[in-house]
């Protein structure tokens, strides 16, 4: 067993970690001025479009995307350290690369289920950079946990498909960019297979009866960096038949080809947004002090460093497992490994964030330090992409399989 990076690999991590240094955690803090200063706080301040023309001239560039056509066609174990880095700054560096979500998950049902003139229109601009796009699924209404309780309609309509629905947590749509929504809904409301009623259709952000609502806050953040998370009203809006993508019914099997690459890549995220946290856990306790010596020789900040660093390192094994089970047997063979993953690390990632918090004092939860911004991140990702519950449920009945 190897546990050594490749040669490619090893070289796209060193141009990554110069390029945090030397360009992305010196534009955190410009990002927040500019913001403030803009029209709209969802515009995008200028240092992003500079560190995105950056990046594109390092090659550092879609890096998502195992299909050599269109992306880097790296695999997801060469990928995976190259997140984890990128997720120590995860309101900047995913958006300079081109590897944020929810447009790497939009861009791979594109790539993977698009037909050529879908392709050409969206899939085209949005690795380019030019565009931002969002996916909704997930519903105020019932309970989106389960997918299957969606009541969007999409109903054809001779030529055209005619949505009606309303969505929330819609992340991306505020930002002026996203010009196009992958919406999923139901084709087939009564059909007898509850797994093939749903249907996915490209839906043009400036169609008529397509209304931004409001944005989502999350934990009192607007998320702004991520182009926020928006409430969407579908009242009649229609759209060419063209405009579906893959077939009607084919909207579950789309959304869980679409969810098992992004879980892992919220997970590798996660573990770089720990070993940030642990970077400023170490220092802060080197250069504070209290009750007569530094916090680095308190023994309660030793064991909470100590515990950090060896649970980010068996989360780090989980999820390279995890990455290379996904190139070798696929994603339904790393089905098991892909939800342990998400259980495991948002879950432990948030631990670790809380305990950076509490070491940094009042600090920890102000604007001075992005730790408070990490935990809401986090805590958010315990709910995204399924609940850990679903999860839970789900691998437990995997695993009682075996004994029935």
Not at 77 to 83: D, E, F, G, I, K
Not at 109 to 129: M, T
Not at 313 to 333: I, P
Request: proline letters at 5%; hydrophobic letters at 40%; one cysteine or more.
């Amino acid at each position: 067993m190897d546990f050594a990076f490749d040669a490619r690999t090893e070289e796209l991590r060193a141009r990554l970690l110069a390029f945090m240094d030397e360009h992305v955690y010196p534009a955190e803090a410009v990002a927040e001025e500019q913001r403030a200063a803009l029209a709209s706080p969802w515009d995008t301040p200028a240092v992003i479009e500079e560190l995105k023309a950056e990046a594109r001239r390092q090659g550092l560039w879609n890096l998502f995307l195992p299909d050599a056509e269109y992306g880097a066609g790296l695999t997801n174990l060469q990928y995976a350290p190259l997140a984890e880095i990128t997720g120590r700054s995860p309101h900047l560096a995913p958006t300079a690369t081109n590897c944020a979500a929810p447009d790497t998950g939009n861009m791979e049902v594109l790539a993977q289920f698009g037909d050529e003139r879908q392709r050409k229109q969206w899939l085209e601009p949005l690795l380019a950079g030019e565009i931002r796009s969002a996916f909704a699924m997930t519903e105020p209404e019932v309970a989106s946990s389960d997918a299957t309780n969606i009541t969007t309609h999409i109903e054809r309509d001779g030529d055209e498909y005619v949505v009606t629905g309303r969505k929330w947590y819609i992340s991306g749509a505020m930002n002026p960019d996203c010009r196009i929504f992958i919406v999923m809904g139901k084709t087939d409301p009564d059909g007898p297979d509850i797994r093939r009623q749903q249907s996915m259709v490209l839906v043009p952000r400036d169609t008529p009866g397509v209304t931004v609502t409001r944005a989502m806050q999350v934990f009192g953040y607007e998320d702004h960096s991520h182009g926020g998370h928006a409430e969407v009203v579908f009242d009649h809006a229609r759209v060419p038949a063209s405009n579906l993508i893959g077939e009607e019914g084919g909207g579950f099997a789309i959304a869980q080809a679409r969810l098992g690459p992004g879980r892992i890549h919220h997970c590798m995220r996660l573990i770089g947004m720990a070993e940030r946290a642990i970077d400023l856990m170490c220092r802060r306790a080197v250069s504070r002090t209290a009750f007569g010596k530094a916090l680095a020789q308190q023994g309660v900040v030793q064991n909470w460093i100590a515990d950090a660093r060896v649970t980010v390192e068996q989360l780090r094994l989980l999820v390279l497992k995890t990455a290379w089970l996904m190139d070798t047997v696929g994603n339904r063979g790393a089905h098991t490994e892909i939800q342990a993953i998400k259980i495991a690390t948002p879950r432990a990632v948030v631990g670790i964030l809380d305990r950076a918090i509490q070491l940094h004092g009042a600090g920890g939860v102000s604007q001075d330090f992005p730790l408070a911004e990490l935990y809401a991140s986090a805590r958010t990702l315990m709910l995204a992409d399924g609940p850990d519950e679903v999860h839970q449920r789900s691998l437990a009945r995997r695993e009682l399989k075996k004994y029935l």
